[in-house]
């Protein structure tokens, strides 16, 4: 049964920081992984979609990276602001299975 | 515009009360889903439709029920909810690769 962790939990930084954001999956056998961003008690905003055939993809100031072999993901956010502030999750297709998020806030 | 539409958005109800929350997709999408998130849980798969008529568990179902007669829509139904339901539920439609969520429905049972 495929499982998703996400880490760390929560994160605070300071404004303009470069972050990372990791995401571990135990079946490698994924055809894509997603990342999201949930704003409090909102719907999910999907930031990101790599296919099983990349490697990255690259949205503005964020880039999503796919390990299959090693069953890891990382989303980078470069020059961090307040906006950002919001929780983050990965998740595994076919069967979409979540983490349980990164909770980032960035302060001014 | 591609929508994943959900009502209501928040709905306060008494224990065993039957309440119905509905889904319905505008992009011809086959697959959707039904799920729960908690705090420090993240979400979890109630159920999920493959197609319209086929319908299976995801990893929490008990207690709720799905059907799926058309393929835009997707309703969940609590035939008799119970406080350990409440929490906060979203619809998502798919087509292969890319998900869509709906806006989530608030849900608390008292």
């Known amino acids: 049964k495929q499982e998703v962790t996400q880490i760390p939990a929560a994160l605070s930084v300071p404004e303009g920081e470069n972050l990372v954001l990791n995401c571990s999956f135990t079946?490698?056998?994924?055809?894509?992984l997603q990342w999201f961003r949930q704003d409090p008690g909102k719907g999910l905003t999907s930031l990101l979609l790599?296919?099983?055939?990349?490697r990255e993809q690259t949205s503005g100031r964020l880039n999503a990276s796919l390990d299959k072999s090693s069953g890891r993901s990382t989303l980078y956010i470069a020059a961090s602001q307040p906006g950002d502030s919001a929780t983050y999750l990965c998740?595994?297709?076919?069967?979409?299975?979540f983490g349980a998020g990164t909770r980032l806030a960035v302060h001014p | 515009e591609a929508q994943v539409t959900q009502n209501p958005r928040y709905l306060i109800t008494v224990t065993g009360k039957k309440l119905t929350v509905t889904c319905s997709q505008n992009?011809?999408?086959?697959?959707m889903s039904w799920y729960r998130q908690d705090p420090g849980l993240g979400l979890r798969q109630i159920y999920y439709?493959?197609?319209?008529?086929?319908?299976d568990k995801g990893d929490v179902p008990e207690g709720y029920k799905v059907s799926r007669k058309e393929k835009r829509n997707f309703p969940l139904i609590l035939e008799s909810p119970s406080p350990n339901q409440t929490s906060l539920y979203f619809c998502?439609?798919?087509?292969?690769?890319?998900?869509?969520f709906g806006q989530g429905t608030r849900l608390t049972v008292v």
């Open positions: 439709s493959m197609n319209v008529e086929v319908t």
């Open positions: 992009m011809n999408h086959e697959y």
């Open positions: 079946d490698s056998a994924i055809y894509n």
């Open positions: 998740a595994t297709y076919n069967k979409l299975i």
């Open positions: 790599i296919q099983s055939s990349q």
């Open positions: 998502a439609s798919r087509l292969n690769t890319e998900a869509f």
